[in-house]
């Protein structure tokens, strides 16, 4: 019998947290864009006053998943949301509930904090992703285009 149990992530979770970034990384075919050491998740997510936050979903004593997230505000709405930045349940313990799980978790966490939207972003070829989120009512947004700046051309606009 399963049972799951999310809690906020803790310092001793360091290790776990990138082993999972690195398996979704994998995932996505991506694992040579990790960059995060121990010491970024040390300053970020377990400092003084952390601006991301991290849970971690265990089996009974298994941690299989964790979440990462943060909160932005809408000026349209005049209020906060919450973001998803990664949402991770390894392949072994898929099917166990454990990313609906989260996921209602992380709602509940946004209508504590009175958010007006609970928001993330998939890859567009991720079709079981895309199908489980499709299940619980979410909708993609594809007025939106995403921009990033990074690296250089980042380093090239903060230098004017």
């Known amino acids: 019998m399963t049972t799951l149990h999310i809690r906020p992530a803790t310092p001793a979770d360091t290790d776990l947290i990138l082993q999972f970034v690195r398996e979704l990384a994998i995932y996505e075919k991506a694992e040579s864009e990790v960059l995060a050491t121990p010491e970024h998740v040390q300053r970020t997510l377990f400092c003084p006053s952390p601006k991301v936050f991290g849970l971690i979903c265990l089996d009974g004593d298994t941690p299989v998943g964790f979440a ?68 619980l009512g979410a909708r993609p947004q594809s007025e939106w285009i995403r921009y990033r700046l990074t690296g250089q051309g980042l380093l090239d606009l903060a230098r004017g």
């Not at 809408?74 to 996921?103: C, F, I, M, N």
């Not at 007006?116 to 079709?127: A, P, Y």
């Open 68 to 135: 990462v997230y943060f909160f932005n505000y809408s000026t349209w709405q005049g209020r906060h949301g919450l973001y998803l930045e990664d949402l991770y349940v390894s392949p072994k313990h898929r099917g166990l509930g454990a990313g609906k799980a989260l996921l209602r978790h992380l709602a509940q966490i946004a209508v504590e904090h009175d958010c007006g939207r609970f928001e993330w972003s998939v890859l567009d070829w991720n079709t079981p992703a895309i199908e489980f989120y499709d299940s």
